[in-house]
């Protein structure tokens, strides 16, 4: 082998061991920014993991809050019932006992009677007045929420009977714990009271009257 050939062959041989350890370095180098790029997207899996933690822990702060605010709600609805609990106005009635009024609504309002914290009776007018005969005190409550009560003035029916404010009450038995009163006035039938079961009360333009499931009627002007 002549000398030029000699050294075309190291050279070459040269070449090859140069471009082996330029592609083993470029092969190391993808490697390297692989598992750096790797390394890179672990932490942001992790971060978005955190992240969703983080998303989880604000939804159960949320709830958390959620949780506050069905506090709110059973604490608004306490103050509803503590509301609803506190009379709108009170008066005192013919016998010295206390009336309570609540408005539960249009032409809707609740009486309760109280004396000495104990509840005597409670009826409501909803739609229509509404009367009681308390052992011979007579209360009217309107739709309107007005109260009137008073002692006396009673008639036992059936039968017919004058009451005040010139009216006339026609009374009629319908059954057991039932009466009717027709209330006349000028000649004509103003209106209809029926006692079925519990006691009935009416606004008469002023006059206020009041029907038992007893047949027991009483007016006031």
């Known amino acids: 082998m002549s000398s030029n050939t000699a050294v075309r062959t190291v050279r070459r041989r040269t070449l090859r061991v140069a471009a082996a350890?330029?592609?083993a370095a470029a092969g190391f180098s993808l490697?390297?920014?692989?598992?750096?790029d790797a390394a890179s997207s672990k932490p942001a899996a992790s971060s978005a993991s955190s992240s969703s933690a983080s998303s989880a822990t604000g939804a159960k702060?949320?709830?958390g809050n959620g949780a506050?605010?069905?506090?709110?709600k059973v604490n608004t609805e306490s103050a509803a019932a503590h509301e609803a609990a506190?009379?709108?106005?009170?008066?005192?009635?013919a016998d010295g006992s206390t009336g309570e009024i609540y408005?539960?609504?249009?032409q809707h309002y609740r009486l309760k009677i109280v004396n000495d914290g104990d509840v005597l009776a409670t009826f409501e007018a909803n739609g229509r007045d509404a009367g009681l005969d308390g052992n011979g005190m007579y209360v009217v409550l309107t739709m309107g929420g007005e109260?009137?009560?008073?002692?006396?003035?009673?008639h036992q029916g059936p039968g017919t009977f004058k009451l005040a404010g010139g009216w006339t009450a026609k009374v009629t038995k319908v059954g057991e714990s039932h009466y009717r009163a027709k209330i006349i006035g000028h000649g004509d039938v103003m209106g209809t009271m029926e006692a079925n079961g519990h006691d009935a009360g009416l606004d008469a333009n002023g006059v206020y009257i009041v029907l038992s499931t007893g047949g027991v009627i009483s007016a006031h002007a």
Do not use: Y
């Open 61 to 63: 702060g949320s709830g």
């Open 21 to 23: 350890v330029l592609i």
């Open 147 to 154: 109260v009137q009560s008073w002692m006396g003035g009673e």
């Open 68 to 72: 506050n605010g069905s506090d709110a």
């Open 86 to 93: 506190s009379p709108n106005r009170t008066e005192t009635l």
């Open 103 to 106: 408005k539960l609504g249009d």
């Open 31 to 36: 490697t390297a920014c692989n598992d750096s």
